[in-house]
């Protein structure tokens, strides 16, 4: 008997369906969306190429590891934009989801987005102007970019690397498959409402071959998203992204 496409691609989405949660004791919400093919092809054209140039240039740092942390995320977090706690609910908002990546590794920061002027020390030179990043260079990976839309601190990202002479960081974004995204210019909201750059890392945290302590990443109670990919965690990929 001849199976359509269809319902091959149904079958095949329930038997991975089931496996992610025999195999992982995981669940996702009755109310879980699939990723729209619009937000798909966004990842595909914009995000992946980025990640993928940062898997090549990845130097083992704990710097490049936190970064690359953000990116597994990006990947295989299944995250939905909420204000909760993302170990029990799957959602997650900006602030919350810096704070979950370094958290990983054992660094304890602020997960309320107006406190992030206080997070680490200032790197200094950095602005923007016309839409340009000025003081690009004195970017590393992990640095954590915040934007003031009021008086205080409305948004955070993270820096991950320079690709293609273009400054990239990670973040909540709107138009992925996920509440998670990579932003690579400033000529939009990102520039008019940069406000400065914290870094957090100590300076041992960018030479390659360090020890790094990793407490693995948080895998929650249940997605809001249906992972459409078995969810391969950081120890079983070459870079860990």
Known sequence: ????TKVKNRI????LSLSLVLGM???????????????????????????????????GSLA????????WYMEYGYMVYGHS???????IDCSNFVSLVY???????????????????????????????????KLKPGD??????????????????NVNGKPCFIGTTTGYPTAIGIVSGFKNWYGTQFHDVRRVLPASAYVAGGKITD?????????????????????????GF
């Open 215 to 239: 407490k693995g990443p948080v895998i929650p109670a249940k997605y809001q998203i249906k992972p459409s990919k078995p969810i391969i965690m950081p120890k079983n990929l070459p870079a």
């Open 64 to 71: 490049q590891t936190i970064a690359g942390r953000a990116i």
């Open 12 to 15: 095949i989405a329930f038997v």
């Open 103 to 137: 958290k990983d590794f054992g660094y304890s920061i602020t997960s309320a987005a107006r406190n992030y002027g206080q997070v680490g020390v200032k790197v200094a030179g950095v602005s923007v102007k016309n839409g340009t990043l000025i003081g690009a260079d």
């Open 1 to 4: 008997m001849k199976i359509s």
């Open 144 to 161: 954590i970019l915040t934007f003031q839309r009021t008086s205080y601190i409305s948004h955070v990202a993270m820096y991950i690397g």
């Open 25 to 59: 004791g995981i669940i996702w919400s009755p109310a879980a969306m699939a990723a729209s093919s619009s937000s798909t092809s966004l990842y595909n054209n914009t995000g992946k190429p980025i990640a993928d140039s940062l898997r090549t240039s990845f130097n």
């Open 85 to 91: 706690k993302y170990p029990t609910t799957g959602y």
